[in-house]
């Protein structure tokens, strides 16, 4: 086959091929192995939906279990009975929270642009919450409802664009904690138990979505708060986590750029509508990243209509894109992914071409060699010969 037919080839299976890479993600040997063989042991009691079968997803039930598939198993299936029990499909889709804005201001958090890696960012003012009021609009069942619909969220629509536009896989969250003033006396018994329901659901139904947590501006009122949350928590999940003091800064800065980190928290970042946690702020809202994920991702991608419905339509500032329109970005994937499959296979040649000429020289050296040691064997035979006359000879005589 000719580079130009492979090309040819590859250009109608490109965005297969782009898609699967980044979603799939780059795992090794052994672990492609394990995932495959829980792969195959749902497949065989039909336990395993269309939607999620797929590498990265096992993969991260597997991790959280230390890679016993047993217990992946146990654990995968009992996530896809929680969401049947739950209804987590219909509260992707349909739940409203109407109290969105009214949590806002009594309890500040959101995602905000994306780390160094490409990450989303998602921040909470833990130290700012106004649990009374908090409580007043809305209720922990509903709450949990909207935490939940907002998980569903970063998995269908906030990991894929970030894929698409860090052009690697994305499928962790970065997090920052600021608990500041937070401590056991004003950590209530409807604090608990929210944290303990949210902290359960993520752990057991969203495993390995976390990258990292920074807990900051932690004081001693906190520090005796967090050796009670720490049980809360799988060991997996506490090694993920850093509690830090006042200078928390220079730590930070090394996995998020300051032009993503919000003022109050020692950035530059200075949202004007409304302030930073306010917003929904990353690529996942600009109109031309999502249709751009959507068309890399398509498959699989079955709530993007209903999820872009309720995405906000201004552009994102913070992520540096370019100009780029979602065609031309897919089109420049679609082209990395060409070109670099041509190096490799012309690589691959030329180190073929040299193998073949090495060998070609060794044949030619041993040729050398068997003539050699024939020309030796003939000079022996031949000595032997005149040897064995002469001693005939010798014997007539």
């Given at each position: 086959?000719?580079?130009?037919s492979?090309?040819?080839l590859l250009?109608?299976?490109?965005k297969?091929?782009?898609?699967?890479?980044?979603?799939?993600?780059?795992?090794?040997?052994?672990?492609?192995?394990?995932?495959?063989?829980?792969?195959?042991?749902?497949?065989?009691?039909n336990?395993?939906?269309?939607?999620?079968?797929?590498?990265?997803v096992?993969?991260?039930f597997?991790r959280?279990?230390g890679?016993?598939?047993?217990?992946?198993?146990?654990?995968?299936?009992?996530?896809?009975?929680?969401?049947?029990?739950?209804?987590?499909?219909?509260?992707?889709?349909?739940?409203?929270?109407e109290?969105?804005?009214?949590v806002?201001?009594?309890?500040p958090?959101?995602?905000?642009?994306?780390d160094?890696?490409?990450?989303?960012?998602?921040?909470?003012?833990?130290?700012?919450?106004?649990l009374s009021?908090?409580?007043?609009?809305?209720?922990?069942?509903?709450?949990?409802?909207?935490?939940?619909?907002?998980?569903?969220?970063?998995?269908?629509?906030?990991?894929?664009?970030?894929?698409?536009?860090?052009k690697?896989?994305?499928?962790?969250?970065?997090?920052?904690?600021?608990?500041?003033?937070?401590?056991?006396?004003?950590?209530?018994?409807?604090?608990?138990?929210?944290?303990?329901?949210?902290?359960?659901i993520?752990?057991?139904?969203?495993?390995?979505?976390?990258?990292?947590?920074?807990?900051?501006n932690?004081?001693?009122?906190?520090?005796?708060?967090?050796k009670?949350?720490?049980?809360?928590?799988?060991?997996?999940t506490?090694?993920?986590?850093?509690?830090?003091?006042t200078?928390?800064?220079?730590?930070?800065?090394?996995?998020?750029?300051?032009?993503?980190?919000?003022?109050?928290?020692?950035?530059?970042?200075?949202?004007?509508?409304g302030?930073?946690?306010?917003?929904?702020?990353?690529p996942?809202?600009d109109?031309?990243?999502?249709?751009?994920?959507?068309?890399a991702f398509?498959k699989?991608?079955?709530?993007?209509?209903?999820?872009?419905?309720?995405?906000?339509?201004?552009?994102?500032?913070?992520?540096?894109?370019?100009i780029?329109?979602?065609?031309?970005?897919?089109?420049?994937l679609v082209?990395?992914?060409?070109?670099?499959?041509?190096?490799?296979l012309?690589?691959?040649?030329?180190?073929?071409?040299?193998?073949?000429?090495?060998l070609?020289?060794?044949?030619?050296?041993?040729?050398?060699?068997?003539?050699?040691?024939?020309?030796?064997?003939?000079?022996?035979?031949?000595?032997d010969?005149?040897?064995d006359?002469?001693?005939?000879?010798?014997?007539?005589n």
């Open positions: 086959m000719s580079f130009r492979i090309e040819q250009r109608r299976n490109s297969t091929k782009i898609s699967r890479n980044i979603v799939d993600g780059v795992h090794d040997q052994k672990e492609e192995q394990l995932v495959q063989s829980l792969r195959e042991l749902l497949l065989a009691s336990q395993l939906p269309d939607k999620f079968d797929d590498n990265y096992l993969l991260r597997l959280m279990r890679f016993n598939i047993l217990k992946a198993k146990e654990m995968f299936l009992n996530m896809l009975k929680w969401r049947e029990d739950c209804s987590v499909d219909a509260i992707a889709n349909d739940f409203k929270f109290e969105y804005d009214a806002k201001r009594c309890y958090h959101g995602f905000h642009g994306v160094r890696f490409g990450r989303p960012l998602y921040i909470e003012r833990v130290g700012l919450v106004d009021k908090l409580m007043q609009v809305t209720s922990i069942d509903r709450y949990v409802k909207y935490h939940i619909s907002e998980q569903e969220k970063t998995i269908s629509l906030r990991y894929p664009v970030c894929s698409l536009v860090a690697r896989h994305i499928a962790s969250t970065t997090a920052i904690f600021d608990v500041k003033g937070l401590g056991l006396n004003n950590f209530s018994k409807s604090a608990r138990e929210m944290f303990a329901e949210i902290q359960k993520d752990s057991n139904y969203y495993p390995e979505t976390l990258n990292q947590l920074y807990i900051i932690a004081g001693t009122g906190f520090r005796a708060l967090w009670v949350l720490k049980a809360f928590m799988e060991a997996r506490l090694a993920k986590v850093q509690v830090l003091g200078n928390y800064l220079n730590t930070v800065l090394e996995a998020v750029d300051q032009s993503n980190l919000p003022d109050f928290l020692g950035g530059t970042c200075t949202c004007p509508t302030g930073c946690l306010l917003q929904d702020k990353g996942w809202t109109p031309e990243m999502v249709r751009a994920s959507k068309e398509g699989g991608q079955k709530s993007f209509n209903e999820l872009t419905a309720t995405v906000a339509c201004e552009s994102f500032r913070g992520c540096q894109v370019g780029d329109t979602g065609e031309n970005i897919l089109r420049k082209d990395e992914q060409i070109s670099e499959k041509i190096r490799e012309e690589h691959c040649a030329a180190q073929s071409n040299e193998t073949l000429q090495t070609v020289c060794k044949q030619q050296e041993l040729t050398g060699h068997i003539e050699q040691l024939r020309k030796i064997l003939q000079d022996v035979m031949g000595a010969m005149k040897g006359t002469q001693d005939t000879k010798l014997k007539v």
